[in-house]
């Protein structure tokens, strides 16, 4: 990608908004040390301090990391770096699990119908331990939640996407502690084993919509289940 020389009205904008499209289209390896001030001052054809003021706007936007007396480093977070900071607040606040669940169904429906078709043979016969697992502890409940959420981060690994995979990660703790709550209602492993094996099945078949309809069915069973239990404790 070539640089363009920049006008002087609003320039810094400019420079930091293409700055930001060379890091983000992988110019410059995260960690790669950026050319010195002055030599892109003169690529960009503006003055040092308004290369430096697009800097700062990247430095404060994660994109650049500056170092004094070193230079300037092109930088890009990790999605974990984003979300780990929130959890410490949201397990605080004992975020509303029916909220949890809202943004479980956005995330794992799609989940599901990319695992059906990037599964390797490896993920499958994972996800076909874990499930056999699960029925295997219908008599113990924490390890029964235990084998649960493992089968769905199964399901997240076997997407082969990082970004969906991270994303789980960061907030797994979080999921865990619904799970244990949700294994505690009426009929919740029976209804759990029928709805994985039905996902499970789905993805072996490498049936993509099955695998997103069989996953947003489970997600519907379950809401319907904190619904049902929380009209009961009132």
């Known amino acids: ?16 908004r293409q700055l930001q499209e060379l890091i983000v289209q992988g110019h410059w390896e995260k960690g790669e040390k950026l050319p010195g001030e002055i030599e892109l001052a003169k690529q960009f054809g503006v003055s ?5 003021e697009a800097l700062r706007t990247l430095s404060s936007n994660g994109l650049v990391k500056i ?12 999605v974990e770096e984003y979300l780990n900071p ?21 995330v794992e429906v799609q989940t ?7 599964a390797s043979e490896e993920e499958r016969a994972e996800l076909q331990s874990l499930l056999e697992e699960m029925e295997a502890s219908i008599d113990d409940r924490k390890q029964f939640a235990h084998y649960d959420h493992a089968f769905h981060k199964q399901i997240a690994i076997a997407t082969n996407n990082n970004v ?6 960061a907030i797994e703790v979080f999921l865990v502690s619904q799970q ?24 072996l078949d490498s049936d993509e919509q099955r695998a997103a309809d069989a996953m947003r069915k489970h997600m519907k069973h379950t809401y319907q289940a904190i619904m049902a239990n ?3 404790e009132k």
């Open 164 to 169: 969906i995979i991270k994303i789980y990660e």
């Open 67 to 78: 170092k004094h007396g070193e230079g300037n480093f092109a930088w890009y977070p990790e």
């Open 112 to 118: 599901a119908r990319l695992a059906a078709t990037r």
């Open 230 to 232: 929380r009209g009961k």
């Open 1 to 16: 990608m070539a640089i363009d020389r920049i006008p002087r009205q609003q320039a810094w904008q400019q420079v930091a």
């Open 48 to 52: 040092r301090s308004t290369l430096r």
């Open 180 to 203: 244990l709550e949700i294994v505690d209602y009426a009929d919740a492993i029976e209804r759990g084993v029928n709805d994985h094996r039905a996902i499970l099945d789905a993805i």
């Open 86 to 106: 929130l959890m410490p607040r949201l397990l605080v606040e004992r975020e509303d699990i029916l909220s949890i669940m809202e943004a479980r169904s956005m």
